[in-house]
């Protein structure tokens, strides 16, 4: 089941560069994604999301990007910092209208360096 | 801030016992969910909760599952006779009425030995 890919395995970005992370999906069905931020040994933390009809969503360093045709979504850290150093994961439901289980990808891990 | 809180943090089992992993989510939230991570792996949707009955669940979530919503608060989740592919991390998550966003708590690690 690989509804939702995340093809990096990591990313290594310098102190004050942006970090782009990507993420595919193959569902049309999806009508919600979120991107989630994970330590080891905790739960995964809810960092931003964006509904299909919209194509952008900003909060603050944070910025998810949204290309239904290509079925490709994005996050942006811009300026990334060493405490953003976490594994992100890319999840998609079908919410509001249809099932709400999240399909999760694999994650990327991103080391943010000095 | 709110937050979804889960108790043990570790459960140590042994084969065939019973185990009941519990949950708080946030107090005004009305959709419950428990996921898990075998280590390595996703993180994979088992089942979710709605009403005091169960929305949607996966193909893993089989009769050795269960879940309950036993008073106001708590949330749990019940495995019958624990197997050794059971081993992995449990997250429990809620959301409020527009089911979008979930939010998770820190897990609960269970060891079957």
């Known amino acids: 089941d690989q509804q939702v890919k995340q093809n990096s395995p990591s990313l290594s970005v310098q102190e004050g560069r942006i970090s782009i992370l990507n993420c595919d999906y193959t569902n049309s069905m999806f009508d919600y994604f979120l991107w989630y931020k994970k330590y080891p040994a905790e739960g995964p933390t809810f960092l931003i999301s964006?509904?299909?009809?919209?194509d952008k969503n900003e909060d603050g360093r944070f910025t998810v990007f949204l290309n239904k045709s290509a079925k490709h979504l994005s996050l942006h850290i811009v300026p990334s910092q060493p405490g953003d150093s976490a594994v992100y994961f890319c999840?998609?439901?079908?919410?509001?209208?249809?099932?709400?289980?999240?399909?999760f990808g694999t994650g990327t891990r991103l080391q943010v360096f000095p | 801030e709110p937050e979804v809180t889960q108790t043990p943090s570790h459960q140590v089992t042994q084969m065939g016992q019973e185990v009941i992993l519990r949950c708080v989510p946030i107090s005004n939230h009305l959709y419950f969910y428990w996921y898990r991570q075998i280590l390595g792996q996703k993180v994979e949707f088992l089942v979710s909760?709605?009403?005091?009955?169960?929305?949607?669940k996966s193909e893993i979530f089989d009769d050795q599952f269960s879940v309950e919503r036993p008073d106001g608060s708590n949330f749990t989740l019940k495995i019958r006779s624990t197997k050794l592919e059971d081993s992995a991390m449990y997250f429990c998550a809620s959301s409020g009425p527009d089911r979008d966003e979930q939010y998770f708590g820190p897990g609960t690690r269970l060891t079957v030995t």
């Open positions: 964006i509904s299909s009809i919209k």
């Open positions: 909760f709605y009403n005091n009955e169960i929305s949607e």
């Open positions: 999840a998609a439901s079908g919410a509001p209208y249809n099932t709400d289980k999240l399909i």
